[in-house]
């Protein structure tokens, strides 16, 4: 299994709700590295970029005011097949369908406030870590 970055972000909600410590918690007990991290604000240029691909979407303004609602928890997690096994840890997109066991699973029960970002793939991760880290 190849070493991997990717681009995990706790989302606005999680920072409100005081959910940093556990969830990087969970994400070092499972054997990642953290080796970047940071609060930051986003605005809306920001968000934008970082979810073109939902820009036309009828929730986008509703994601928009979400993401930009407060700090976000943006870190670099490094480790054996990091991409797929955070989006596995994490659970998928509609949190319905997230068991128990997972981030969203355990956290969510929102759609949109769904706690956590990973990137999907080795690109999408290069991007993002540009993005967010310079
Ligand atoms: P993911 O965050 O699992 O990578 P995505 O990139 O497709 O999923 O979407 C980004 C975020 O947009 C997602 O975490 C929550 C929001 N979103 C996606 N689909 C949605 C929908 N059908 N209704 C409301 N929000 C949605
Ligand atoms: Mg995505």
Known sequence: MPHEKTYIMLKPDAVKRRLIGEIVSRIEKKGYHITQAKLMTLDKTVIAEHYAHLVDKPFYPKLEAFMTSGPVFGMV?????AIAGMR???GPTNVFEASPGTIRGDYATNVTENVIHGSDS????TIEIKRFFG
């Open 77 to 81: 997690v490094e480790g054996e097949n």
């Open 122 to 125: 080795a690109e999408n991760a």
């Open 88 to 90: 596995q840890m994490m």
